[in-house]
């Protein structure tokens, strides 16, 4: 339950929030790391914007707008094929190269446009970093569970500073070319030597983290919740789930 905290000095807020973790027994947060706590989605659309521009000015056959939805529904298909796989991407213009005829140069540079994705240096999203700088400074445990690949991942733990917040032994990757299921939960539980009743999970996507973390047995889970969020991750969340804006709302949720 909510409570007003803003009464609260940082001392306050810091003694109720550890003794909310000690009285549930949470011995680390697991937290999701894109769109979480780095902003992927906005560089993920700036791409396809990009890539719509182009695709409209250099093979005219559809307006930006049609390209666009092309683009997404046919990503979403290899989603489900390949995950989180860059190489899916490629999937995506070849699709649609073989069905309007792109010139080879367009559906190349289309490709490159894709794969700038993973070398675009992400930022935090909003409260993400007061809310690990709180975790920080109550020496609250946390870990990373992400399924991106080691590559990428290791760009973004960089790019944000994470070494200061946590170890890279302390980022569990599941298989970029599936999902995050009840059972890769699992073998992260079984990773950082953990039962599920000792643990929060923090995320923003239903299908990955909030759904299958409760149903191994994590009691507390955080919804980072986004409105513009893909649609192939949106689902109901359990009803005791939190739903918190960014990171550092969990303050506030557990005074």
């Known amino acids: 339950m909510q409570v007003e905290s803003d009464h609260l000095s940082p001392v ?68 489900e094929q390949y995950g989180v796989n860059p190489n899916r991407w490629n999937q995506v213009v070849d699709t649609l190269s073989n069905k309007y005829l792109l010139h080879f140069q367009v559906a190349s540079y289309v490709k490159e446009i894709f794969q700038d994705i993973y070398t675009t240096p992400l930022q935090f999203k909003v409260g993400a970093k007061e809310g690990l700088d709180f975790f920080k400074k109550t020496d609250t445990p946390m870990a990373i569970v992400t399924h991106a690949n080691k590559d990428w991942t290791w760009r973004k733990y960089n790019w944000l500073g994470l070494n200061k917040y946590l170890d890279w032994n302390d980022v569990y990757i599941v298989d970029e070319n599936g999902h995050k299921t009840p059972q890769s939960w699992q073998s992260a539980l079984n990773y950082f030597k953990i039962k599920a009743n000792n643990c929060a999970v923090v995320g923003d996507s239903p299908r990955s983290d909030i759904n299958p973390a409760t149903s191994i047995g994590i009691r507390h889970s955080f919804f980072v919740k986004n409105p513009n969020s893909w649609s192939i991750h949106k689902q109901e969340v359990p009803k005791e789930t939190i739903l918190i804006d960014n990171l550092s709302d969990i303050l506030i949720y557990t005074l």
């Open 12 to 79: 306050e807020k810091e003694y109720r929030f550890d003794n909310w973790r000690r009285n549930n027994n949470i011995q680390l947060f697991l937290l999701d790391l894109d769109d979480t706590l780095c902003d992927t989605q906005s560089v993920f659309n700036r791409q396809i914007s990009l890539a719509c521009n182009y695709l409209a000015n250099n093979s005219p056959l559809l307006e930006n707008n049609v390209w666009e939805k092309e683009i997404r529904s046919i990503n979403d298909i290899y989603f």
